[in-house]
Nanobody, 115 residues
Framework: QVQLVESGGGLVEPGGSLSLSCAAS????????MGWYRQAPGKSRELVAR???????NYADSVKGRFTISGDNTKNTVYLQMNSLKLEDTAVYYC?????????WGQGTQVTVSS
């Protein structure tokens, strides 16, 4: 059973920073790709950032230049560093992993940007 466990969400003021972590129960290099999605109230889940290992990274236009996705295979963890947070970044953030044509999701972590 593959598990993804997020941590690091919380409440932050506009302009602040947060770092999310996604701990995987398998070596992250055994995944084809891992990423972060988010879902705000009343909205569809959307891709925030994705890393295709040994290939590329992709970001939503709304977070380019502010968010950075990275991975540490020694810790089986993928990170999302979020800087210059805006009110519209408020959402539940989900870790996603694609492995052998299966999709895996974490339980989500709440990020709230508010003054």
């Amino acid at each position: 059973q593959v598990q993804l466990v997020e941590s690091g969400g919380g409440l932050v003021e506009p302009g602040g920073s947060l770092s999310l972590s996604c701990a995987a129960s398998r070596n992250i290099f055994s995944f084809h790709a891992m990423g972060w999605y988010r879902q705000a109230p009343g909205k569809s889940r959307e891709l925030v950032a994705r890393i295709i290992f040994r290939a590329s990274t992709n970001y939503a236009d709304s977070v380019k230049g502010r968010f950075t996705i990275s991975g540490d295979n020694t810790k089986n963890t993928v990170y999302l560093q979020m800087n210059s947070l805006k009110l519209e970044d408020t959402a539940v953030y989900y870790c996603h992993g694609q492995r052998f044509n299966y999709d895996y999701w974490g339980q989500g972590t709440q990020v709230t940007v508010s003054s």
